[in-house]
């Protein structure tokens, strides 16, 4: 698999269960980082994780990092039909540079039903 | 908020007609990129920009592709000769360089017919 590979590739949930969605990359990072683009629009940055840090908070959002296995999860709690979107992971590998290229997965279709 | 503006938002060209991809990053931010994502595929980097140089591309960076910063707040990236598969949508993101995260802008889809 390509750096950055997203599981699942779709996800179909009823509102208020929780998302969970995992990203595997192949090389060395500095830090991985998970991006919503909702259909035709932008992506917007949700969370940056580093590769010394384990877990991370923000809001609903969770994400793990785990650096030994090579992947990260990031968990959406109590989802809102405002949720429904692709999320998709994106790794910065040179570390301590500034200016780093991301390398973006596949990502995970969301759809949150009312 | 600070955001990253791109314009035009949908670009129609013939092929191997030029085309110019205009987007003003954030204020104060100092790196600058260029991503597009082929429809169904994933975001792929093309290029990265600071200090008024280019500091990394990708082999879909050719010869055909050029990116300026003509002015304090504009970016642009140009296609000199449009090709059918150069349809995607075009983002252009910005950094301040003190974190990794990057904030990109709404895209601009290019269509070649």
């Known amino acids: 698999s390509q750096q950055g590979e997203e599981d699942p590739q779709a996800l179909s949930i009823q509102e208020g269960e929780n998302a969970t969605m995992n990203c595997s990359y192949k090389t060395s990072i500095n830090n991985l980082q998970w991006y919503r683009q909702n259909s035709g629009r932008g992506l917007v940055h949700l969370i940056l994780?580093?590769?010394?840090?384990r877990e991370k908070h923000s809001g609903r959002l969770r994400v793990t990092l785990d650096t030994s296995k090579k992947s990260s999860s990031l968990l959406i709690t109590a989802s809102r039909a405002a949720d429904t979107a692709s999320y998709f992971c994106?790794?910065?590998?040179?570390?301590?540079?500034?200016?780093?290229?991301?390398?973006f997965g596949g990502g995970t279709r969301v759809l949150v039903k009312p | 908020e600070p955001e990253v503006t791109q314009t035009p938002s949908h670009q129609v060209t013939q092929m191997g007609q030029e085309v110019i991809l205009r987007c003003v990053p954030i204020s104060n931010h100092l790196y600058f990129y260029w991503y597009r994502q082929i429809l169904g595929q994933k975001v792929e980097f093309l290029v990265s920009?600071?200090?008024?140089?280019?500091?990394?591309k990708s082999e879909i960076f050719d010869d055909q592709f050029s990116v300026e910063r003509p002015d304090g707040s504009n970016f642009t990236l140009k296609i000199r000769s449009t090709k059918l598969e150069d349809s995607a949508m075009y983002f252009c993101?910005?950094?301040?360089?003190?974190?990794?995260?990057?904030?990109f802008g709404p895209g601009t889809r290019l269509t070649v017919l």
């Open positions: 993101a910005s950094s301040d360089g003190r974190t990794d995260t990057q904030y």
């Open positions: 994780i580093r590769s010394n840090e």
């Open positions: 920009f600071y200090n008024n140089e280019i500091s990394e």
């Open positions: 994106a790794t910065a590998s040179l570390p301590g540079a500034a200016g780093n290229k991301l390398t």
